[in-house]
T-cell receptor
Framework: DAGVIQSPRHEVTEMGQEVTLRCKPI?????LFWYRQTMMRGLELLIY????????DSGMPEDRFSAKMPNASFSTLKIQPSEPRDSAVYFC?????????????FGDGTRLSIL | AQKITQTQPGMFVQEKEAVTLDCTYD???????LFWYKQPSSGEMIFLIY??????QNATEGRYSLNFQKARKSANLVISASQLGDSAMYFC???????????FGAGTRLTVKP
């Protein structure tokens, strides 16, 4: 079975550019999560969706960040304009309906470097 | 307040020995799930093992087992017969019954020595 698929794996871009990260969750999973991982702050939840609807975006750092889920098999995380402090690994994860008992399955992540 | 605490930033273990990675958690929910993930140097997050708050038996998955002590709110990961490929970061996480997000600890870096 295919896991969570993220693209690109690596992105290097200059400050001020728009960055779009993509995610395809596991088929049948109705929850999708976006995380950011840095050395300083560890793994932080940015936003999550249930049945394509954003449920909690309190982790989104600022208005430069936006996320969409137009359908059950695709989500994007956009940063516009990007800044050097956005450099991090961004993970997408998906899970079945939880009740606290379902693991989240992670993609391989996107390593983002903003110069 | 920190919900998941991993007090060991780094651990070393000799190949073929067992090692315990500590995790304590804080919740007022009765229903919750505890998870361990492995992150090798290649960066991916790999789900290892799950323990439900109502599970009476400690979870096991191959060489991984969970030492779950509910009263102490601890869920330590035990890796038996360590292998060089076990060298990685290990994260403990909790998903509370009413919520759908997952809280992660800071992680423990395990190094297996040949």
């Amino acid at each position: 079975d295919a896991g969570v698929i993220q693209s690109p794996r690596h992105e290097v871009t200059e400050m001020g550019q728009e960055v779009t990260l993509r995610c395809k969750p596991i088929s049948g999973h109705d929850y999708l999560f976006w995380y950011r991982q840095t050395m300083m702050r560890g793994l932080e939840l940015l936003i999550y969706f249930n049945n394509n609807v954003p449920i909690d975006d309190s982790g989104m750092p600022e208005d430069r960040f936006s996320a969409k889920m137009p359908n059950a098999s695709f989500s994007t995380l956009k940063i516009q304009p990007s800044e050097p402090r956005d450099s991090a690994v961004y993970f997408c994860a998906s899970s079945l309906n939880s009740g606290g008992h379902q693991p989240q399955h992670f993609g391989d992540g996107t390593r983002l470097s903003i110069l | 307040a920190q919900k998941i605490t991993q007090t060991q930033p780094g651990m070393f273990v000799q190949e073929k020995e067992a090692v315990t990675l500590d995790c304590t958690y804080d919740t007022s929910d009765q229903s919750y799930g505890l998870f361990w993930y492995k992150q090798p140097s290649s960066g991916e997050m790999i789900f290892l093992i799950y323990q439900g708050s109502y599970d009476e038996q400690n979870a096991t998955e191959g060489r991984y087992s969970l030492n779950f002590q509910k009263a102490r709110k601890s869920a330590n990961l035990v890796i038996s017969a360590s292998q060089l490929g076990d060298s990685a970061m290990y994260f403990c996480a909790m998903r509370e019954g009413r919520g759908n997000d997952m809280r992660f600890g800071a992680g423990t870096r395990l190094t297996v020595k040949p």
